[in-house]
């Protein structure tokens, strides 16, 4: 499971005080830790405040907290890794993880939304929700900006981009002109295990559906459109492909949790098509299955989107309006 930036901070600070490394009457002070792991201030309070509830540290008259609960002397001095080491190796915060932790609650909130229409995201009332450092939020929305859910406005405000019909049919005739390409020049460089993996994968989907997951779903779709794509070994087609990412994100936050899932699977029969003809090394005819599953695919999506527009709830966060 993920681990917040607190999560990982509170394991390191624990390990040093139960370890020795931290002894007795230490000091501990905000932001000599926050530089120590490179994170901001707002997490170490958080996780200082929690050792002090649990009776591991204590408050005295200086600044910051001591080490233990009566220790007999303060002592002052600077901290280092090998403070937090056990077993010879020191504890790291992950802030890649923190963000990513916090991540799929919001592209769930603002996919949702941009089917709605047109919405304003406030980045500090975001970081305010989810209780998590300016820094964390601010990578987060860097994240949705890259695969083309929100624009920037103004220094707190961002736009949630509008998936409409228009923008739709927009994004799938990108793909349309992009993947065919790429799949056929991955069909010369992807290994037999990989689409054996690919191919197994999608007829224990079929066997089990739709006693499924919408993270499988994610994953199928992420096979196909993203890592066997990525073979195709142009990587300014896969950062213009990036953009058009809305498309998947769909079945992965509608599918399974907002709209039951469709009596008929809902693409594992086309992914297996092209994945086969990458199997038998016909580059061509995948991407010519590629590019008929991409047809069929969108007017599917466009009814999903009708459906939810139509007949869908969504509860509208905070940080969104």
Known sequence: MTKTLRDQLYAALRQ??????????????????AKLFGISRSPVRQTLSQLHDECLICRFEGRGYLVGVTPEEVVRRPLSEADFQQSGQAPKVDRTVSWRANLDSVEHDVVLCSIKGA??????????????????????????????????????????????DERLHNLYEARRQLEPYMI??????????????????????AKCYPAIEGELLD??????HHTAINLGGNQEIMNMLKRTHP???????????????????????????VFEKMRSRQPEKAGEALLEHLTLSESKVLDRLIHFRESGGVVIPNYLR
């Not at 056929?184 to 989907?205: F, T, V």
């Not at 994953?219 to 196909?224: A, K, R, T």
Request: hydrophobic share 40%; aromatic share 6%; net charge negative.
């Open 219 to 224: 994953e199928l779709e992420n096979d196909l």
């Open 16 to 33: 040093g005080i139960d370890g020795g490394g931290l002894e007795p009457g230490l000091v501990l002070l905000e932001g000599h830790i």
């Open 119 to 164: 919405f304003e995201l406030n980045e500090l009332q975001l970081s305010k929700t989810l209780n998590v450092s300016r820094t964390v939020a601010h990578q987060i929305m860097l994240h949705l900006q890259s695969i083309g859910l929100v624009e920037k406005i103004k220094y707190n405000s961002w736009n949630v981009v509008p998936l409409d």
């Open 247 to 273: 498309i998947l994100l769909i079945s992965k936050h509608l599918l399974g949790r907002v709209l039951k899932f469709p009596d008929q699977d809902p693409f594992f029969d086309e992914h297996l098509r």
């Open 184 to 205: 056929a020049r991955a069909a010369r460089n992807i290994s037999n295990n990989a689409l054996d993996g690919y191919i197994e994968k999608l007829h224990c989907a």
